[in-house]
Nanobody
Framework: QVQLVESGGGLVQAGGSLSLSCAAPGIIFSTSAMGWYRQAPGKQRELVATITRGDSTTYADSVKGRFTISRDNAKNTVYLQMNSLKPEDTAVYYC???????????WGQGTQVTVSS
């Protein structure tokens, strides 16, 4: 069973910063586009940011200019740097690996981010 291990969530005041990490098995990471998604209570899971194997990135409009996704191929890890956090960023954040050649995808277990006003 493929495991993506997320870390870095927590409680922060509005305007603060958090950094999330997601480590994946090397064979998965090296062949996958990586992404961060989030799900707030009572809402559907939504895309936050993605990064391809070639480091092309996309962001949801709601986080552009505040969040930065990056990947370290030597550490098989993807990061999400979150700045200027808002209460509406409160959600469980999930890491996703989308394997480009097989079409398979894998999810992490999720990490809670809570932003207080």
């Amino acid at each position: 069973q493929v495991q993506l291990v997320e870390s870095g969530g927590g409680l922060v005041q509005a305007g603060g910063s958090l950094s999330l990490s997601c480590a994946a098995p090397g064979i998965i990471f090296s062949t996958s586009a990586m992404g961060w998604y989030r799900q707030a209570p009572g809402k559907q899971r939504e895309l936050v940011a993605t990064i391809t194997r070639g480091d092309s990135t996309t962001y949801a409009d709601s986080v552009k200019g505040r969040f930065t996704i990056s990947r370290d191929n030597a550490k098989n890890t993807v990061y999400l740097q979150m700045n200027s956090l808002k209460p509406e960023d409160t959600a469980v954040y999930y890491c996703k690996a989308s394997q480009t050649w097989s079409g398979r995808y894998y999810w992490g277990q999720g990490t809670q981010v809570t932003v207080s006003s």
